[in-house]
């Protein structure tokens, strides 16, 4: 509108009043006429600015809501994956799909996708203005766009691999960055700093060296599209300037001066049309990511039609199971079959597959073949909800959450009171320590528990199973770190509470698991004994071999 209004105002001061003006205002005074102009001008700046005002916070809510669903979204679908995505997949990547990928498809929206509607509401403007004051010369205008437009898409495609390499630069450095601050402490004990800050460097010379890249081509094209446009500019000038000169009544001083500044307003947006190409493709390198993400679907999947468990007795049977990571045979169709309410002890040797055996039965992992049943109900036909509820795991990975102790005794369970809480804790043989730090309960025990001991740690992850109570509980080396006394308190406590229940016990001690009703123990992914402590060392074999190493008698 701007534009316009200068115009019309050149035309009416130099005597050239456009017919609608005296016609609306029904006067031919200049001076009266300048005025209306000027309050018109106030008025639609201020219509301006409203309209902008409203469009903006459109647009802003509108990219901050998109930006919130997509980060629940990717969020929850990342969540359900299964867990060797976790495996194969850098987290820093992951996280920086989470991030940067959902924060780059927000600017898009927020500024570019804005952009562009203003851009082409201008462009038609400018447009009709410029044809309906003169074809020819609007013709004239328009030379450049045909070769901005070209010199855009061909920007396109060259720029859009470059950005895909800074996308993975970045996720490359978040992992580095990552891991580093989550190993301080062994950087620090094996003194590594130097190694680990040339190692960060590398990885961020690479991120730069892709950012660099793409701004090498991304530099040049502004200045070029500004070039098209000067001479577009320059023969709107020269043949305008010509025609008043010429006197031949094909243009006003005032359409002249419309013409030169609507071609700016036509002309300098379409400069932004690479900025604009290059948000766009940005976007779209991080969309990709991020639909990837989302239309991947988990490998370990709810069964369609679930069967409905009604309190669960805890009967396991492993039928001819196999499973392996990558290559290598971890379970080799291995059968047994526990009955409801026994105390199982796991033993065998580091790498045997104890632990992998119990990620099996809570699905953690889908078997490469056999089958998995609990209380005769194939544990694939069952809700992983309902499976996992039904296993209390003391995994030998513990973990533990940022925030207190009591949040991570009742981690997962709803309303818990502070009295089953305390109980727990009692049982894991935790109370006394917790009650010893100044906060008690309400301690923080810092990321990843960082603030407990190894032993604290672990009585803490029994606490929280103890909690849970399901009809199936699992330790796997749930006390290999704590004292051979409080172990037996431990242990003591446990075995009360098992009591009825389906345990599992995964120990290298063999005390630990000693009194169990039976023990298995593997080798190879394969079970090679099986029986009582008792019927175990009373025949050579592995169990009586280690048995013996363990209480010191040495064999040859
Ligand atoms: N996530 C994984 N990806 C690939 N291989 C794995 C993974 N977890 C375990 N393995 C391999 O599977 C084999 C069995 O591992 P598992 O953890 O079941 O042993 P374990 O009997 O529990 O040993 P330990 O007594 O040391 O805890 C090992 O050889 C190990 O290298
Ligand atoms: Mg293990």
């Known amino acids: 509108m701007p534009p316009l209004l200068v115009a019309w105002v050149i035309d009416t001061v130099s005597g050239k009043t456009p017919l609608w003006m005296t016609q609306i205002s029904g006067s031919n005074d200049p001076w009266q006429l300048a005025l209306i102009l000027s309050i018109l001008a106030v008025i639609i700046f201020a219509l301006e600015s409203v309209f902008q005002w409203a469009y903006q916070y459109g647009f802003l809510s509108l990219a901050q809501d998109v930006q919130h669903q997509l980060r629940l979204d990717t969020y929850a679908q990342l969540q359900n994956r299964e867990t060797s995505f976790f495996e194969n997949h850098r987290l820093g990547n992951t996280l920086a799909i989470l991030n940067d990928d959902v924060n780059q498809l927000e600017r ?153 500044m ?14 604009v190409l290059d948000e766009y493709e940005r976007a779209r390198a991080s969309a990709k990511r991020i639909f990837h993400l989302l239309d991947t679907p988990s490998q370990i999947q709810d069964p369609e039609c679930p069967v409905h468990l009604n309190g669960v007795q805890g009967g396991i049977n492993f039928e001819n199971i196999s499973f392996s990571y990558g290559k290598a045979q971890v379970l080799n169709e291995l059968s047994v079959s526990i009955q409801a309410g026994q105390t199982v002890g796991i033993a065998g040797t580091t790498g045997s597959g104890k632990s992998t055996l119990v990620k099996c039965l809570m699905r953690l992992y889908d078997l490469n073949r056999g089958s998995i049943q609990i209380d005769g109900i194939n544990i694939k036909q069952m809700r992983l909800k309902d499976l996992r509820r039904n296993i209390a795991l003391v995994s030998q990975d513990i973990y533990l959450f940022h925030g207190t102790i009591s949040e991570n005794i009742a981690y997962g369970l709803d309303h818990v009171n502070a009295s089953d809480i305390e109980n727990a804790a009692q049982l894991a043989a935790l109370h006394d320590f917790i009650m010893s730090c100044p906060k008690g309960y309400q301690s923080i025990v810092g ?14 992850s029994i606490a929280r199973a103890i909690l849970k109570s399901s009809p ?85």
Not at 267 to 275: A, D, F, M
Not at 510 to 518: E, G, Q
């Open 108 to 260: 898009f929206i927020n500024t570019i996708f804005n952009e562009l509607i203003q851009m082409g509401v201008l462009v038609l403007f400018a447009g009709y203005v410029m044809f309906s004051t003169s074809v020819i010369l609007a013709l004239f205008a328009l030379i450049p766009v045909p070769i901005i437009i070209a010199a855009s898409l061909f920007y396109q495609s060259k720029i859009s691999p470059r950005y895909q390499h800074v996308r993975e630069a970045v996720g490359s450095l978040n992992s580095r960055l990552e891991n580093n601050i989550a190993g301080i402490s062994v950087i620090k004990s094996f003194t590594a700093e130097g190694f680990e800050y040339e190692r960060v460097e590398d990885e961020s010379k690479s991120y730069l060296n892709a950012n660099l890249s793409a701004i090498r081509l991304s530099a040049v094209y502004v200045p070029l599209i500004r070039m098209s446009i000067a001479f577009g500019f320059a023969g709107v000038l020269l043949m305008g300037a010509y025609w008043i000169l010429n006197g031949s009544n094909l243009l006003s001083v005032g359409q002249l001066v419309l013409f030169s």
């Open 262 to 275: 609507m071609i700016q307003r036509l002309l300098w947006p379409l400069t932004r049309l690479g900025t």
């Open 447 to 460: 990321e990843k528990g960082i603030k407990l001991s190894g032993g604290q740690r672990q009585r803490l």
């Open 472 to 556: 199936i509980m699992i330790f796997d080396e749930a006390t290999s770190s704590v004292d051979t006394e409080t172990e037996r308190a431990i242990q003591q406590n446990i075995n009360r509470l098992t009591a009825g229940k389906t345990a599992l016990v995964i120990a290298h001690r063999l005390s630990t698991i000693r009194h169990a009703d039976r023990i298995i123990v593997l080798d190879q992914g394969k079970i090679i004994e099986d029986g009582t402590h008792d019927a175990l060392i009373a025949n050579p074999g592995v169990y009586a071999d280690l048995w013996n190493i363990q209480i010191g008698n040495v064999v040859k």
